[in-house]
């Protein structure tokens, strides 16, 4: 049975925050997208409730919207090579609970220096877990050039997490 | 505890590649997580996008009218042009030749004027298409709408009927292949060849729905004549 729009956003909503967190790194602008997306998605909610799974719409609107965002000139983000005040990670100011191993802040560095399309193809990808077929369905791009870009990224990623003098992951 | 997430050099043994990839894969799905462990409350509630949801909804609406407008403005305009109007040398028109809409006043949506203008009454015809269009399935299409398209009686048990011009792929539509009748319950007829059952239930839902907020009006109410101001002189 096909839920109602309060149903689905109530049960999504944060879901899809999270994923347009990690692929804007700005939690406002995750906020602003999800609650555009989700409104775009009520007023379309009685063509699409009766398709089937509005999912994968969903994560669609909250991706392009991201993406969107960031073809903006006015508000591209600009990758910078290393974050302003960033705290210490041996001292633990400012890092949660759980990431004073400096293991987040090297995160964060790295997934800003990603290109946008190939942060978005490795938030589906290793965040989402969807399927490579499925993220090529959201970004509305190929399956090999979903494989090609999730393998540069974790090549990427692998490199500034390598690159680390602990030589340390721990999630 | 210290994790290699790549136990296995990826350039020297490719076989180990996928396996190397997917481990990683999974341990930088964790890693992600500690990104979003500190996530601030949020600043919306399903009130708010509902709401913002609801305005969306009214502007598209609008959009649509006054698009439908816009088209039966220029349509008359057209019309008024083409049946020769007082000092356009280009209209040189053909006697007895219908050019532009031939629907009569009681048929169309919208009420007409001496000046041609024409606004939209009842229900406007752009709605029920704009509706019928977001409900069909994947490869059915509307098709170009016949020039003389206009609302006409339902008959029994309906208040009003369309044509409706549906094709598969990229078939040439076939006018008045289908019927779609505003009622009680709305329903699509003659959709066979396009359609099956629950898609065409589906299409004339759909279009009952949008008839619905608007009011359930009567397509074929012929809006009141405007009325003429008393003369002063008299």
């Known amino acids: ?171 | 505890m210290t994790t290699d997430p790549y136990p296995t050099d990826p350039a020297t043994d490719p076989a180990a590649r996928p396996a190397a990839d997917e481990t990683a894969g999974a341990l930088l799905g964790a890693a992600l997580g500690t990104l979003v462990r500190d996530e601030p409350p949020m600043r919306f509630t399903v009130e708010d996008v509902e709401r913002r949801g609801r305005l969306l909804q009214r502007r598209r609406r609008r959009t649509r009218v006054g698009l439908g407008a816009g088209v039966l403005v220029a349509a008359s305009g057209a019309a008024f042009l083409s049946a020769g109007a007082p000092g356009w040398q280009g209209a040189q028109r053909t006697p007895g030749v219908a050019l532009g809409p031939t629907a009569t006043p009681s048929q169309t949506t919208g009420t007409g004027d001496p000046n041609g203008t024409s606004l939209p009454v009842g229900f406007p015809l752009n709605e029920a298409f704009v509706a019928v269009q977001g409900a069909l399935p994947d490869g059915v299409r509307l098709g170009d709408l016949p020039p003389d398209v206009a609302w006409e009686p339902g008959g029994p048990g309906y208040v009003a009927a369309v044509r409706v011009p549906l094709a598969r792929g990229n078939a040439v539509p076939r006018h008045g292949g289908a019927t779609l009748r505003l009622g009680p319950r709305c329903a699509l007829d003659g959709a066979d060849a396009v359609l099956d059952d629950v898609q065409a239930r589906a299409v004339a839902d759909a279009v009952c729905e949008v008839w619905t907020t608007w009011g359930r009006p009567d397509p074929l109410a012929v809006p009141p004549a405007p009325s003429t101001p008393p003369d002063p002189a008299a």
């Open chain 1, 1 to 171: 049975m096909t839920p109602s729009f309060r149903e689905f956003a109530t049960a999504r909503r944060a879901a899809l925050r999270r994923t347009a967190y990690l692929m804007c790194g700005d939690w406002h602008l995750a906020d602003d997208v999800v609650q555009d997306a989700l409104a775009r998605l009520y007023a379309d909610w009685p063509r699409l409730a009766g398709r089937g799974p509005v999912e994968a719409y969903a994560r669609k609107v909250v991706v392009n919207g991201v993406l969107a965002h960031r073809r903006r000139p006015w508000r591209r983000e600009v990758a910078a090579p290393a974050l302003p005040d960033v705290p210490d990670p041996r001292s633990g100011d400012g890092a949660p609970a759980g990431a004073d191993d400096g293991t987040r802040d090297v995160l964060l560095r790295a997934l800003a220096g990603l290109g946008a399309s190939q942060r978005a193809v490795v938030v589906l990808r290793y965040w989402d877990d969807l399927p490579v077929d499925e993220v090529a369905r959201v970004l509305g791009c190929s399956t090999g050039n979903v494989k090609s870009q999730a393998a540069r990224g974790l090549a990427h990623l692998r490199d500034a997490l390598g690159a680390r003098p602990d030589q340390e992951v721990t999630p």
